[in-house]
């Protein structure tokens, strides 16, 4: 349990922008809709201020003020914030982010529940913040270790709580995190106080087995086919990543225009940007998770996180129902590209809140902090 200190070297950044001073550029006729993928105006209007106007020294610092640390779990190093709550009595907390996210796309959120007092709230509602790094992103790397799939992962944070001397704890997370969460919540619900997700999904989900459509009620009647809608349209990445990940990460690893096509593509449709992605995020925030990308040199092994996950399936604890015995919170976003229905999280989750939250895609720390901190107060302030 090493204290840990972001420094990226200079060579490195060096290298960055060289490299996007050599991008060979592709034409892109008839895109200005980016209806054939990432749209070449808006990359070269990136990658130019990632060449001359990114401050990555400046963003670095920023990332610095938390409390970083690395240790070795499994024989993967792991890196995490720590951030301690201030407050009465604060409840601990390890939040899980997914991909193509980072630990930094909890900042906005990282302060209000920590020290609540100093953002408006309450300090009863305080949390011991644990935020790791998944196995392979970003400073949890180098993963040289197949065979890590999200139930493996769940394992390795009830390693990490332990560590911290947390017996009992809370969990939270969206994107593979929600899986991560889900799994700690269905196998440790003896060590869990309960369990908040933003994206709802059958733990078996990543290999099939999604709800039928009369699952689907009152309010919700267009969820099911935008589901498929979103499945047929977007969901390649996610069968390539699944499939052939070492494949796309050489030209991923070798070309951080490339790279960042790769990632700025999701960022905007998966977001409620209405088209403009930077309505969501500046392009601070776009360059600064696509360096800590490039300087860690993981994006290949985050990929791979899909693969794994299809080649080591789930498998359940116990047969008991609900699945997830611990008490659940769920925030549904109501723009996020995949939506599940109430009728059947009653059935899967100890459900003890639901709440749909307008305004919001796929990235909620990012996109709805003030709303998604509400939410986590008030689910977990009655288990506390």
């Known amino acids: 349990m090493e204290p840990f200190r972001i420094e990226v070297a200079d060579a490195v950044i060096d290298d960055l922008r060289q490299r996007i001073d050599r991008t060979r550029w592709p034409l892109d006729p008839d895109n200005a809709h980016w209806g054939y993928g990432t749209n070449l105006a808006y990359l070269r209007e990136l990658a130019a201020y990632w060449r001359d106007g990114f401050d990555w020294r400046a963003q670095e610092a ?18 995490f914030v720590h951030q301690r709550g201030r407050g009465p009595a604060p409840l601990p907390l390890i939040m899980s982010h997914g991909w193509p996210w980072t630990f930094w796309d909890l900042q906005k959120v990282i302060g209000p529940l920590s020290d609540p007092g100093s953002h408006g709230g309450d300090p009863a509602d305080a949390f011991d913040l644990v935020i790791p790094s998944l196995p392979g992103f970003a400073f949890s790397t180098p993963l040289l270790r197949t065979g890590i799939a999200f139930h493996h992962v769940a394992e390795m944070w009830v390693e990490l709580m332990d560590r911290l001397g947390y017996r009992r704890f809370a969990a939270q997370g969206g994107d593979f995190g929600a899986f991560v969460t889900a799994q700690l919540g269905h196998r440790h619900a003896d060590r869990l106080v ?91 925030d776009l360059l600064t ?88 107060r008030a689910f977990f302030r009655p288990l506390r």
């Open 194 to 284: 309960g369990i908040h997700v933003h994206l709802a999904g059958p733990l078996g989900m990543i290999t099939g087995n999604a709800p039928p459509r009369e699952d689907y009620g009152p309010g919700e009647e267009d969820w099911h086919d935008a589901n498929q809608r979103f499945l047929a349209s977007g969901g390649a990445y996610a069968a390539i990543q699944a499939t052939r990940p070492q494949t796309l990460a050489y030209g991923l690893n070798d070309s951080p225009v490339g790279m960042a096509a790769w990632l700025l593509e999701k960022r905007r449709d998966w977001s409620d940007c209405g088209g403009d992605v930077e309505r969501c995020f500046s392009k601070d």
């Open 289 to 376: 998770n696509f360096t800590i990308y490039w300087a860690t040199q993981s994006l290949q092994s985050s990929i791979r996180l899909y693969a794994e996950s299809r080649r080591h399936p789930w498998q359940p604890a116990h047969d008991r129902q609900p699945v997830i015995e611990t008490p659940t919170g769920i925030a549904i976003m109501a723009q996020d590209m995949v939506k599940l229905p109430r009728r059947w999280a009653g059935r899967y989750y100890n459900l003890r809140r639901w709440t749909v939250i307008e305004g919001a895609g796929h990235f909620a720390p990012m996109e709805a902090p003030g709303a998604l901190v509400e939410e986590i």
């Open 62 to 79: 920023r990332i610095n003020r938390l409390d970083h640390f690395r240790t070795v779990i499994d024989d993967v190093p792991i890196h």
